[in-house]
């Protein structure tokens, strides 16, 4: 069946930039998404892009896409300590259907 | 704030028993999708509600179930919990077009423990 993998944890130097990797096998994507979720709340949406896209920017964030390998990136400018959590990955299918990576928690060394 | 309220946020109960969990979502969204998070399993999508129909279902439990009323709250039915069920339920709800691929806003969760 479908799936969303990442990459269970990443640590990054205050002011260096984070880059969460994303991998997806399916095939009919429409939208992916990025989420965030920080200790005790629920998921956050960060930014999202359409599978016809190979770039968004959204001031300090970067998603990139590469279609023909299946592979979202997230890339975080000057990350600062507020930026520690865990970051999901997420693809939407034509039948409106999203299936969640398991995350990537972002630890921010001083 | 993303607008999507889930009550209560904690809970704590046996094995056996019988849990509601409970979702308001935002103001005019007519989905609302039952998320279970595990360490283990990661996020995984339970059903979705749209405008009080179901609409589709993923890993859901037989001992689950869920319905959406006439205005708009969703709530989460687990019974005969077992240790393995302890864990955060989510509920995201988005906006009224369906199909149009709308991002999903999510609510603070409701953490579930089995003791």
């Known amino acids: 069946g479908e799936d969303v993998e990442q990459s269970l944890f990443l640590s990054v130097r205050e002011g260096d930039s984070s880059v969460i990797n994303c991998t997806y096998t399916?095939?009919?994507?429409?939208?992916l998404y990025w989420y965030k979720q920080e200790p005790g709340a629920g998921l956050q949406l960060l930014t999202y892009?359409?599978?016809?896209?190979d770039m968004k920017q959204d001031q300090r964030l970067t998603v990139l896409l590469n279609k023909k390998d299946k592979h979202l990136s997230l890339r975080i400018a000057d990350t600062q300590t507020g930026d520690s959590a865990i970051y999901f990955c997420?693809?939407?299918?034509?039948?409106?259907?999203?299936?969640f990576g398991k995350g990537t928690r972002l630890h921010i060394l001083p | 704030d993303s607008g999507v309220t889930q009550t209560p946020k904690h809970l704590i109960t046996a094995t056996g028993q019988r849990v509601t969990l409970r979702c308001s979502p935002r103001s005019g969204d007519l989905s609302v999708y039952w998320y279970q998070q595990s360490l283990d399993q990661g996020l995984q999508f339970l059903i979705q509600?749209?405008?009080?129909?179901?609409?589709a279902k993923g890993n859901i439990l037989e001992r689950f179930s869920a319905q959406q009323f006439p205005d708009l709250h969703s709530e989460l039915n687990l019974s005969s919990l077992e240790l393995g069920d302890s864990a955060l339920y989510f509920c995201?709800?988005?906006?009224?077009?369906?199909?149009?691929?709308?991002?999903?806003?999510f609510g603070d969760g409701t953490r579930l423990s089995i003791l």
């Open positions: 997420a693809d939407m299918n034509r039948d409106d259907k999203i299936i």
């Open positions: 399916d095939s009919s994507s429409t939208y």
């Open positions: 892009i359409f599978s016809n896209m």
């Open positions: 995201a709800s988005t906006e009224p077009f369906q199909g149009s691929n709308q991002p999903q806003h």
């Open positions: 509600y749209y405008n009080g129909e179901e609409r």
